[in-house]
């Protein structure tokens, strides 16, 4: 259940992990890895598979509607573990310049984990099942609709954000690769 927090404490933990390893390269180094040599590259690239789950495998999840793929409650703490981690591998990828398309992939990308805290708030505010599904109860039913309510219009504006933010970290991937990658 989202409500114990720990997919948050594992992405925290997660976070110390790779922030030990990226100090470790700093100081072996002596320099800010660049986001286009080994280790910068690696962070962008398994950052992005990370945001990639975080984008599509919840959704399939929610979907399918089978028991047999495991909790839905489950799935959605992975997606915020999975929603962090990866965002944060992706800012240490980014050598801390942020010009152009690649700036503009931060932002969303910054904006899209703040209104993911903003949506797990309201979501745990709905009473629910340890599967998820929401209870119904005519005591709170007053209550339940409004929380609902927000919780669709929230849903309004993350899908959105998330999918500009793929069409920008699209358009970064391929000019990144063209230019900083295949012409050197
Ligand atoms: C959402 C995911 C990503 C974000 C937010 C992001 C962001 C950034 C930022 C801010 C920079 C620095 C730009 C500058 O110099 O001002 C950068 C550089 C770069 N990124 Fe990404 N990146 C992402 C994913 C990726 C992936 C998956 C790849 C490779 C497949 C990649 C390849 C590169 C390369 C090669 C550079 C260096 C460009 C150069 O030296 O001119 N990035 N990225
Ligand atoms: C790379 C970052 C992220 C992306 C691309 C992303 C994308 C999405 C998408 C597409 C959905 C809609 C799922 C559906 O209804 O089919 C969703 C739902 C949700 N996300 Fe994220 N998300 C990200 C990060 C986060 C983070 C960091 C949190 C929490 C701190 C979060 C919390 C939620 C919650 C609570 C829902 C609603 C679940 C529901 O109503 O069933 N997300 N996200």
Do not use: C
């Not at 948050?8 to 470790?24: D, E, P």
């Not at 080994?38 to 945001?51: D, E, K, N, P, Q």
């Not at 789950?53 to 793929?69: G, I, N, P, Q, V």
């Not at 629910?128 to 409004?146: C, F, M, V």
Request: proline share 2%; aromatic share 14%; glycine share 8%.
């Amino acid at each position: 259940m989202l409500r114990s927090g720990r997919e948050l404490w594992s992405a925290f933990f997660a976070a110390i992990l790779i922030t030990g390893v990226y100090g470790m390269v700093v100081f072996a180094t002596r320099k800010i890895p660049s986001a286009s040599e080994l280790f910068g590259h690696s962070l962008g690239i398994f950052g992005f598979i990370l945001m990639l789950m975080t984008e599509t495998l919840y959704s399939l999840r929610k979907r399918s509607r089978s028991a047999r793929w495991g909790r839905m409650s489950s799935w959605l703490q992975f997606h915020i573990f999975t929603g962090l981690v990866g965002p944060y591998m992706v800012l240490l990828h980014t050598s801390w310049k942020f010009n152009g398309i690649a700036g503009v992939t931060t932002l969303f990308t910054i904006v899209i984990v703040i209104s993911g805290f903003i949506g797990r708030y309201i979501y745990t505010r709905i009473p629910r099942t340890s599967d998820g599904l929401e209870i119904e109860n005519s005591l709170s039913a007053e209550a339940l609709k409004s929380a609902r309510r927000l919780m669709a219009l929230w849903h309004t504006i993350h899908i959105p954000i998330g999918m500009a933010l793929f069409v920008s970290a699209f358009a970064h991937i391929g000019a990144a690769l063209y230019y900083a990658t295949f012409l050197k």
